[in-house]
C-alpha cells in the first residue's frame, strides 16, 4: 500500500475547486508550519546554547532563575503535550479504519507533540542561562500555532462537526492552550521588558540560591524536576562513592528554617491568646493557630490527594473497559466491520474509548499522574510537618527559658516532662500532620469506591462492602490493645535495664563474691515478663497483618459467592476483575483508619500537654523602670483561676539580644563608683507557694569586696542569692542593684552593663555536653593568659592532663566522666573566667577537699577576684575563712541574724562569735586529720581508672568487621563501595537461624504456600467467569446450576485455606522473631557476664548497655514487622510477575530491561537512605540532649544572661537535624515515584502482551490486575530492604560480643574435692607469682614469693602503679597467672573451679558498691544466712542502731547504688557483708581511702577484734594504715622490694618504706 499525505483512495482529496481552506487535507498540511518552523530554529540555537553554556552559569546550580508564570507554563504544556497524544490516537484509530493510509490524520499532531517537546526543553535552558530575549521565538510559535488551529477549527464549525466528535474537542481544547501559552509568554515580556523596552529589568536569583550551603532544591527547581525528585540524583549517586555526611546535605533553605517558621506560629498563637484575653476560663487553641500559619500547605496536599485517589479509580475502570473491549472483539471476530467512507471519518468519544489499545495508555497515564500526585501530596505534608516541627521547638525551648524555678523545683514540671514534650509529643503532631489529608480523603474514597462496586455488581456488592466495614472496628480495637502492649513492654524494658547497668556497674564485686547468676536470674526474670508483653504485643501485630490480608479476601467470597446465587447472569470477566481491584483500593484506607484515628486522638493529648505548658507560669517580666522593684504584692493577688505571677527584673527578648550585643562589643569593665552594689529592702521573697522562704530581709553588698554569707544547713543562703537574681517570687521589698552613676536615672542604661555581668556558680555543678575549654570560657572570648590563671587557681590542670585530649576532651552528658570536686572546680572556673562585675559563688568548697579549698581561697577569691576589684558574694559552711570576708551575712531560718565586719559581730554579738569559735576549731582538728587523706588524688586516680588504656576498645570495634573482610586488606575506593553496598546477608542468616530451623522452616513453607493459594484463587475466578461464558446457549439449566455449585464451592474452599494461611503465616514470623529475640538475649547477658574483667575496663559501660537497650529493642520490635513485610511484598511481586508472564509469555522479554532498572534503583537508594538515616538518629539525640541541659542549668544561664546564646545553638540543632530528616523524606520520594513509574510501565507492558497475545479474557483481567497490585509493592520491597538491613547493624553488634572469650569457670577439681570449710587456717603461699592483664599485654606482677601465716595482718603498699591491687584480683584469679602459683591452704588455687574459690574469699574494695533492693539483700543475696548472724554482722560494723531506726529493719529499702547512705555508711555494709562470709582470708583493697576519719577508726577497730583470728591482707593508699601490722610487703613495679615487719622496715634509712611514710603516701 502506497504511502500518501491526502491517502490515495479519494480522488477528491487534493480538489481545491472549493477554496483552499475548504480542503481538509490542506488545513492539516497547513498546522504542520508552526511545528516545522520551531525545529528549525530552536535546534541550532539549542546546540549552540549547550556548547556555551558552561561559561554562563554563576549560580551554583545550574538553575534558578524563574520566569514569571513559570510553574503555569509547565502545567499548560504537560496538558498541552496530553492533548496530544489523545491526538495522534484519534488519528490513529480513525486512520485504521480506512481503505489507505492517511498520513494527514496523525502526523501533524506528531509533529506537535515533538515540537511541545521541545518548546519545553528550549525554555528551560533559556530560563537556567537567564537569556530572556530568545524567548521571542517560542512567542511566534504560539501565535502562529494558535492561528492555524483557529483557522481549523471555523473549518470544522462551517463543516457542521458535532460537538460529540472528538476531534472537534481536541482541536477546541489545543486552540483555548495555545492562546493561555501565548498569554503566559506577554506575561513574561511585561514583567521583564526584555524587548521593546529600554530598560530590561535586572533579577537576582533567591537568597538561598546565593548561598552556596544550601543543598535542598526542591523549593527552586522547575515543575517537571520537582514531581520526580531529578535534582536528588547527584545526591543519592555520589553517595555510593561517599558517606553522606552533614556537609553533603547542606543547610535549611531560608522558609524552612525553624526560626522562620516559629515567627509565624508564634504570631498565630499570639492573635488566638488575644481573642481569649477576655475570657478567664478559656484557653488559647493551638490548633487554630497551627491552623492559620501552616493551613494553606495542609490544603494543597489535600487536593493533591484528591487528585490522587480520584485517579486510583481509573485502574478499575480501564481494567472493565480492555477486558470488555477484548471479549468483544474476541467474539465478533467474523463479524466484518464495514469501512467508513473517508469524508466522514469522525471518531465520537464513547467509540475511541471503547478500543482496547487507547485504554491501555490511558491506564498507563493515569497512573503515572495518580502516584506523582500522590508523592506530592506525601512531600508537601512531610515538609509542613517538619517546619511545624521545629515551630514547636523553638516555641517550647523558648518557653523552658522563661520557666519560673518554683516550677521546676516544685514538681509542676518535671525535667521528663519537658523532655517528653520534646521528644514525644512534638513527634505525635507532626505525624499527625503527615497522615492529616487521610482523614478527609479516606471517607470520599470508600464512598466513591462503594459507589463503583455498586455499578457493576449491584446489591451484592454492598455485602463485600458491609463485611470491610464490620471487621474495620475490629482493626481499631486490634490498634488499641497493641498501644497498650507496647507501654508495659516498655515499662518492663526499662526494669531490666536498671537491673542490667546495675550488674555492669558494680560487675567487679559480684564477679569477686561469685554472685554473677543470682543477679543474672533476676534479669532473666524481668526479661521473661517483658517477652510475656512481647507476646501479647507479637500475637496483635500479626492478627492486625492477617486482618488485613484476609479482609479483602472475606469480602471478595462474600461479594461473589451472593452474586452467583442472587443473579441470573453469569460473572462476566470484566466485572469480576473490576471489582476485585476495587476491593483492594477499598481495604487500604479503611485499614489505615485505623492508624489515622489513633494518631488524631494521640495528637488531641498532645496538643493538651502543650497547652498546659505555655501557660504554666513564668518568672516575671521587667516590671520596674528607675532600679526600683516593689511592686504591691496586692495588685496580683490570686484571681480566680489566674496564677500569682512570679515578677522580676527580667526583659522581652530584643533587649536581652541588644544588652547580648552590647556585652560582647564591650568587654571593658565599667568602674563602679558607688560603694553598694546591690540592697535588698524589706524583702519577702517565695518559692511560688505564696508563703514566704525568706522574710525581712534588708542587706547591702558593697562594691569591690567579698562578702561571705554563712549559717546552718536550710537557713536559706542558696535561696537568697537565688532571689538577688530574681529566680523567686518578690512578695514585698526590693532588690536594687546600683547604678553605675548616680546622674543615670535610666535603669535600662545600668542594667545591660550591671545585670549582665553577674557570673554564678550553683551549688550543684552543671555542665555543658562540650569540651573542658568551653565549658569554662561559656561564650566569651577566650584569652589565654587568663585562661591558664583560672585553671591553676582552682587546680585544673593535672586533672585536665590526665584526660585524653586535655581541655579539648568532651565531658560526657551531664559531666559523666568526671567527680563531683572535679565538676564543681570548673563550675567555679567558669564563673572566676567571665569578665564580670559581680560574682556570685554558692558553696564552691562542698565537693573539695581541704587542700583544695584552701588552694581556691588564696589563689582564686584572694587574689584573682580582689585584683580585679570584683564583687564577690560568698555562700559557705567553712567558717575557717571568716578572717579572709570584708563584709559578712549571718542567716536563721530565712532571715538574717547578723550584718556587718567581722570585728562589728565580735564586738556586738560575742556569742554568735564565741559559737564560732568553737566550729572553726573543730574544724581545725578535722582539718589535720584530713591532711592526711588526700581526696583529689583519688579523684585524679578514679578519672586515670575510668580513662583506662583505650587500646583494646579500638579492638572491639575492629571486631565489628564481618570477619570476611579482614581478608582483603587494600583500603581501595572498590572493596569500601562493595561493602557499601552489600546487604548483610549473614547477619540475616544469623538472625533467622537464631529463630531455630524448625520455624525458619514453617515460615518460608507457610509464606509459599499462603502465597500460592491466593494465586490459586485469582486463578480459578479466572478459569470460572471465562467458560461461564464461553459461547453454550444450548446447556441446559441444570447443569449450569452444577456448575456453578463446583465454582462456588472450589471458590471457597480456596478463599477459607488463604484466610487460615494468612494467620498462620502472621503468627509464623512473629514467633520466630520472639524466638531470636529471646535467645539473642540470653546469649549476650551470659556472654557479658561470665566475660573477663578486663573486657569491662576497656570498653565503656554506655557501649555495652546500648546492646541491651536499643539494639535489643530493635531485634525485639522492628525486625520482625520489616521481615514480614519485605516477605509479603516480595513474594506478592514474584507470584504476579509469574502470573503475567504464564498468562502472556512475551511480557518476559520487556521484564529484562525493568528488571535492570529495578536493579539499579534499589541498590543506589539503599546506600544513601542508610546513611540519611544515621544523620537523622545521630542528630536528634544532641538536640534532645540540649534540651535537657537547658532545663537543668536555667539557674545558671538566666544569670550569665546567655539566653539568646543557648537559643541560637537550639535552632543550628535544630536545623540540623530537619534537614537530615528531609532529606530523608525526600529520598523516599525519590523511590517511590521511580519504582511506581516501572510499575506503570510494567502495567502498559503488561497491557500491551495481554491483548496482543492474551488466551481468553479472564487472563488478561487477571494479568492486569496483578500488574496493578505490583506498583503498590515495589516499592515497600526496597524501603523493607533498606530497614532491614540499618536493623540488622543491631544483630551484628550484638554478635560481635558473642564471639568474645569467657571466664574458664571449670577448674581441674571437681566441686566435691574441695573440703567444705577450706580454707580452714587462711595460710597463703606466693611462689614466683607472674601476673598480667591480657595475654599480649606486659606483666605487671614479676617473680613474687611471699610466705604469710595463719592470722597475719599483712600490709601491702607501693607507690600508684606498682602492682599491689594487680596482687588481691590474683587471689580471685580475675588476672592471667601466666608463671607461678598461689597456695592457700595447701590447695593452688589456679586448679579450683572459679565459683568455688571466690565464693570461700572476702574482699573489701575501695568504691563501696551496694544494690537496689534491701539491707538483707545486699548483705546476703544467697539468703543463706540466719537473722541473728546479719544483725551481728551489722553490729560489728557499728550500723545495728541505724539499721534499727529504718522502717523494716533489715528489709529497709536501699535505693540504686546506696544514694539513701552516706558513703563512709556503705563502706561499713561493705565491712558488714565481708563479715557474714565467714571467710578466714579477707582482702582490704584501699578500703579506707574515700571515707571520713570516723569511719576510718570503726573499720580499724574491727578488723582488729573481729577479724582477730583471720588472715587480713590490707592494700594501703596511706602507709600510717599498716604501720601496726605484721608483716609488710612493698612493692615496686611490680617486684616485691621489701618484706618484714614495719618496725624492722624503718630502721632502714634508705629503704622504700621508710620513704614513703616520710612522705606520707
Known amino acids: 500500500m502506497r504511502l500518501a499525505f491526502c491517502g490515495n483512495d479519494n480522488a477528491s482529496a487534493y480538489n481545491i475547486s472549493a477554496g483552499v481552506l475548504r480542503n481538509v487535507c490542506f488545513v492539516d498540511a497547513l498546522n504542520l508550519v508552526p511545528h516545522v518552523f520551531l525545529l528549525f530554529i530552536t535546534f541550532p540555537i539549542l546546540f549552540i546554547g549547550w556548547g556555551s553554556q558552561s561559561s554562563k552559569v554563576q549560580i551554583h546550580h545550574n538553575t534558578w532563575l524563574h520566569f514569571p508564570g513559570h510553574n503555569l507554563r509547565w502545567i499548560l504544556t504537560f496538558t498541552l503535550l496530553f492533548v496530544h497524544v489523545c491526538e495522534i490516537a484519534e488519528g490513529i484509530v480513525s486512520d485504521t479504519q480506512m481503505k489507505s493510509r492517511h498520513l494527514h490524520l496523525f502526523l501533524p499532531a506528531i509533529m506537535g507533540f515533538v515540537a511541545a517537546t521541545v518548546s519545553i526543553v528550549y525554555y528551560h535552558n533559556i530560563e537556567t542561562s537567564n537569556f530572556p530575549k530568545l524567548l521571542l521565538a517560542l512567542f511566534l510559535y504560539w501565535i502562529m500555532a494558535f492561528v492555524t488551529k483557529t483557522i481549523k477549527l471555523v473549518r470544522y464549525c462551517q463543516d457542521g462537526v458535532p460537538f460529540s466528535q472528538l476531534r472537534f474537542c481536541i482541536t477546541g481544547i489545543m486552540v483555548i492552550l495555545y492562546g493561555l501559552l501565548m498569554a503566559v509568554e506577554i506575561n513574561v515580556i ?39 525528585y531529578w535534582w536528588m540524583n547527584t545526591l543519592i549517586i555520589s553517595a555510593h562513592k561517599k558517606p553522606v555526611d552533614l556537609k553533603a546535605i547542606g543547610k535549611l533553605p531560608i522558609a524552612m528554617r525553624a526560626l522562620t517558621n516559629y515567627v ?159 521528644a514525644i509529643e512534638t513527634n505525635q503532631l507532626m505525624w499527625f500532620l503527615f497522615l492529616c489529608p487521610n482523614l478527609w480523603a479516606m471517607p470520599v474514597q470508600i464512598i466513591m469506591g462503594v459507589i463503583l462496586l455498586y455499578n457493576l455488581l449491584g446489591v451484592s456488592a454492598l455485602v463485600g462492602a458491609a463485611v470491610i466495614v464490620l471487621l474495620a472496628p475490629i482493626q481499631y480495637f486490634i490498634a488499641t490493645k497493641l498501644a497498650e502492649a507496647q507501654k508495659s513492654t516498655l515499662d518492663y524494658s526499662t526494669e531490666r535495664l536498671k537491673k542490667t547497668n546495675e550488674i555492669l556497674k558494680g560487675i567487679k564485686l559480684l564477679k569477686l563474691y561469685a554472685w554473677e547468676h543470682i543477679f543474672c536470674t533476676s534479669v532473666e526474670e524481668t526479661r521473661m515478663k517483658e517477652l510475656t508483653s512481647l507476646k501479647t504485643f507479637a500475637l496483635h501485630t500479626s492478627l492486625s497483618i492477617f ?136 524583702g519577702y521573697f517565695s518559692w511560688g507557694s505564696g508563703l514566704a522562704t525568706l522574710s525581712n530581709i534588708n542587706i547591702r553588698i558593697p562594691t569591690g569586696q567579698m562578702t561571705m554569707i554563712v549559717g546552718q544547713v536550710g537557713c536559706g543562703k542558696s535561696s537568697l542569692l537565688l532571689a ?252 569500601v563501595l562493595r561493602l557499601r553496598t552489600k546487604m548483610p546477608w549473614k547477619t540475616c542468616w544469623r538472625y533467622l537461624t537464631s529463630g531455630g530451623f524448625f520455624l525458619l522452616f514453617l515460615m518460608i513453607f507457610s509464606k509459599l504456600l499462603k502465597h500460592s493459594v491466593i494465586v490459586a484463587i485469582d486463578y480459578w475466578l479466572a478459569t470460572w467467569t471465562s467458560t461461564d461464558n464461553a459461547n453454550e446457549p444450548r446447556s441446559i439449566g441444570d447443569v449450569k446450576n452444577k456448575r456453578k455449585t463446583y465454582h462456588v464451592a472450589v471458590f471457597s474452599i480456596l478463599s477459607g485455606a488463604g484466610i487460615v494461611l494468612c494467620l498462620i503465616t502472621s503468627l509464623t514470623v512473629e514467633w ?86 529495578f536493579y539499579f534503583i534499589q541498590k543506589y537508594f539503599r546506600v544513601a537512605s542508610k546513611d540519611l538515616q544515621e544523620l537523622d538518629d545521630s542528630t536528634q539525640l544532641p538536640l534532645l540532649c540540649h534540651f535537657s541541659e537547658t532545663a537543668e542549668g536555667l539557674t545558671t544561664i538566666r544569670a550569665f544572661g546567655h539566653e539568646a546564646r543557648f537559643k ?53 483481567g487477571l494479568g492486569l490486575l496483578y500488574a496493578l497490585t505490583i506498583t503498590n509493592y515495589l516499592n515497600w520491597v526496597v524501603r523493607n530492604l533498606a530497614d532491614l538491613e540499618v536493623q540488622m547493624g543491631a544483630v551484628k553488634k550484638v554478635h560481635s560480643f558473642l564471639n568474645m572469650e569467657s571466664e574458664n569457670y571449670d577448674g581441674y577439681l571437681d566441686p566435691s574435692q574441695v573440703p567444705k570449710d577450706w580454707p580452714q587456717e587462711g595460710e597463703i603461699k606466693i611462689e614466683n607469682l607472674c601476673v598480667r592483664y591480657e595475654n599480649n599485654l606486659k606483666p605487671v606482677l614479676k617473680h613474687v614469693k611471699a610466705y604469710i601465716k595463719p592470722g597475719q595482718k599483712v600490709g601491702i603498699c607501693g607507690r600508684t602503679g606498682s602492682g599491689k591491687s594487680s596482687l588481691s584480683l590474683a587471689f580471685f584469679r ?54 541473728d548472724r546479719l544483725w551481728e554482722a551489722l553490729e560489728i560494723a557499728q550500723l545495728k542502731n541505724m539499721v534499727k531506726s529504718l522502717p523494716g529493719g533489715l528489709d529497709a529499702v536501699v535505693t540504686e547504688g546506696g544514694e539513701n547512705f552516706s558513703v563512709g555508711q556503705r563502706q561499713l555494709f561493705c565491712l558488714a557483708r565481708a563479715f557474714v562470709r565467714k571467710s578466714s582470708i579477707l582482702i582490704m583493697d584501699e578500703a579506707t581511702a574515700s571515707i571520713d576519719m570516723a569511719t576510718e577508726n570503726i573499720l580499724q577497730k574491727v578488723v582488729m577484734t573481729a577479724f582477730a583470728d583471720r588472715t587480713v591482707v590490707t592494700i594501703a593508699h596511706l602507709v600510717s594504715h599498716i604501720l601496726d601490722a605484721n608483716i609488710v610487703l612493698v612493692f615496686s613495679e611490680g617486684f616485691l622490694v621489701e618484706c618484714d615487719t614495719p618496725s624492722n622496715l624503718l630502721l632502714k634509712e634508705d629503704g622504700l618504706f621508710t620513704t614513703l611514710v616520710k612522705t606520707h603516701k
Open 264 to 422: 509565624c506560629l508564634k504570631e498565630a498563637y499570639e492573635e488566638q491568646k488575644k481573642k481569649v484575653a477576655d475570657q478567664p476560663n478559656r484557653s488559647p487553641s493551638i490548633w487554630l493557630a497551627m491552623y492559620s500559619a501552616f493551613g494553606r500547605p495542609i490544603l494543597l496536599s489535600s487536593t493533591f490527594r484528591y487528585l490522587a485517589d480520584l485517579l486510583g479509580f481509573a485502574g478499575p475502570l480501564c481494567i472493565s473497559g480492555i477486558v470488555q473491549g477484548f471479549q468483544d472483539t474476541t467474539n465478533n471476530t467474523n463479524a466484518t466491520e464495514k469501512l467508513k467512507n473517508p469524508s466522514n471519518s469522525y471518531l465520537s468519544s464513547e467509540e475511541f474509548l471503547r478500543n482496547v489499545y487507547v485504554l491501555a495508555v490511558l491506564l498507563f497515564l493515569a497512573l503515572i499522574l495518580q502516584r506523582t500526585f500522590l508523592q506530592a501530596s506525601y512531600y508537601v505534608t512531610t515538609e509542613t510537618g517538619i517546619n511545624l516541627r521545629g515551630a514547636l521547638l523553638a516555641m517550647i525551648y523558648n518557653k523552658i527559658l522563661r520557666l519560673s524555678t518554683s516550677n521546676l523545683s516544685m514538681g509542676e514540671m518535671t525535667l521528663g516532662q519537658i523532655n517528653n514534650l520534646v
Open 1374 to 1427: 580475675m588476672v592471667d597467672i601466666f608463671d607461678g602459683r598461689i597456695v592457700i591452704d595447701g590447695i593452688d588455687i589456679s586448679k579450683l573451679p572459679l565459683h568455688t574459690l571466690r565464693s570461700r574469699l572476702s574482699i573489701i574494695l575501695q568504691d563501696p558498691i551496694l544494690f537496689s533492693g534491701s539491707i538483707r539483700f545486699n548483705l546476703d543475696p544467697e539468703c543463706k544466712c540466719t537473722d
Open 1072 to 1157: 520466630m522473631g520472639l524466638t531470636a529475640a529471646k535467645n539473642l538475649h540470653h546469649n549476650l547477658l551470659n556472654k557479658i557476664i561470665l566475660g573477663p574483667i578486663r573486657f569491662f575496663d576497656t570498653t565503656p559501660l554506655g557501649l555495652i548497655l546500648n546492646r541491651f537497650s536499643a539494639d535489643t529493642n530493635i531485634i525485639d520490635q522492628h525486625i520482625p514487622p520489616t521481615l514480614e513485610s519485605l516477605t509479603r511484598s516480595t513474594l506478592l511481586c514474584l507470584s504476579a510477575i509469574g502470573m503475567i508472564s504464564y498468562a502472556t509469555p512475551w511480557f518476559l522479554v520487556a521484564l529484562v530491561p525493568l528488571g535492570i532498572a
Open 724 to 975: 538577688i537574681l530574681g529566680e523567686m517570687q518578690t512578695l514585698e521589698g526590693k532588690v536594687h542593684w546600683s547604678n553605675v552613676n548616680e546622674t543615670e536615672p535610666s535603669f535600662e542604661a545600668s542594667r545591660s552593663r550591671n545585670r549582665y555581668s553577674v557570673a554564678y556558680a550553683a551549688q550543684k555543678p552543671w555542665l555543658l555536653n562540650a569540651t573542658v575549654e568551653e565549658n569554662i570560657i561559656f561564650g566569651s572570648p577566650f584569652n589565654k593568659q587568663r585562661y591558664k590563671a583560672v585553671t591553676d587557681a582552682c587546680s585544673l590542670q593535672p586533672d585536665i592532663d590526665l584526660l585524653p585530649f586535655g581541655d579539648q576532651t568532651e565531658i560526657g552528658e551531664r559531666g559523666i566522666n568526671l567527680s563531683g570536686g572535679q565538676r564543681q572546680r570548673i563550675c567555679v572556673a567558669r564563673a572566676l573566667y567571665q569578665n564580670t562585675n559581680i560574682v556570685f559563688l554558692d558553696d564552691p568548697f562542698s565537693a573539695l577537699d581541704i587542700h583544695l579549698s584552701d588552694h581556691l581561697m588564696q589563689e582564686g577569691i584572694l587574689k584573682f577576684l580582689q585584683e580585679d576589684k570584683r564583687t564577690l558574694v560568698l555562700v559557705t559552711h567553712k567558717l575557717q575563712y571568716l578572717p579572709h570576708a570584708d563584709w559578712i551575712i549571718a542567716m536563721k531560718d530565712g532571715m538574717v541574724l547578723r550584718e556587718g565586719t567581722l570585728k562589728d559581730i565580735q564586738t556586738k554579738d560575742t556569742e554568735l562569735y564565741e559559737h564560732w569559735k568553737t566550729l572553726m576549731n573543730r574544724q581545725d582538728q578535722e582539718l589535720e586529720k584530713d591532711m592526711e587523706a588526700d581526696q583529689t588524688t583519688l579523684e585524679r586516680k578514679t578519672l586515670r581508672r575510668a580513662m583506662y588504656p583505650r587500646e583494646s576498645k579500638a579492638q572491639l570495634e575492629d571486631e565489628d568487621e564481618e570477619e570476611e573482610e579482614e581478608e582483603d586488606e587494600d583500603d581501595n575506593m572498590s572493596t
Open 190 to 228: 511585561r514583567v521583564r521588558r526584555y524587548v521593546f523596552f529600554m530598560n530590561p529589568q535586572k533579577v537576582k536569583p533567591p537568597e538561598d540560591l546565593q548561598d552556596l550551603g544550601v543543598r535542598f532544591l526542591q523549593p527552586f527547581v522547575n515543575l517537571l524536576s520537582k514531581a520526580t
Open 1208 to 1260: 541560637q545553638r537550639m535552632l543550628e540543632l535544630t536545623d540540623t537535624n530537619n534537614i537530615a530528616y528531609l532529606f530523608l523524606s525526600a529520598a523516599n520520594r525519590w523511590l517511590e515515584v521511580r519504582t511506581d513509574y516501572l510499575g506503570a510501565c510494567i502495567v502498559l507492558t503488561a497491557a500491551v502482551t495481554s491483548i496482543t497475545e492474551g488466551p481468553n479474557s479472564g487472563f488478561v
Open 547 to 682: 486482618m488485613n490480608a484476609a479482609i479483602p479476601i472475606a469480602a471478595v467470597l462474600a461479594t461473589f459467592v451472593t452474586y452467583a446465587y442472587t443473579n441470573d447472569k453469569p460473572l462476566q470477566p470484566a466485572q469480576a476483575f473490576a471489582s476485585l481491584s476495587l476491593f483492594h483500593i477499598l481495604v487500604t484506607p479503611l485499614f489505615l483508619l485505623s492508624t489515622v484515628v489513633r494518631f488524631a486522638v494521640k495528637a488531641i493529648v498532645s496538643v493538651q500537654k502543650l497547652n498546659e505548658f505555655l501557660l504554666s507560669d513564668e518568672i516575671g517580666d521587667d516590671s520596674w523602670r528607675g532600679g526600683d522593684s516593689s511592686v504591691a504584692y496586692e495588685s496580683c493577688k490570686k484571681h480566680t483561676g489566674l496564677h500569682t505571677k512570679a515578677i522580676n527584673r527580667r526583659q522581652p527578648l530584643r533587649y536581652q539580644l541588644e544588652s547580648y550585643e552590647q556585652l560582647s562589643r564591650r568587654p571593658t569593665r565599667p568602674v563602679e563608683i558607688d560603694d553598694i552594689a546591690i540592697k535588698v529592702t524589706n
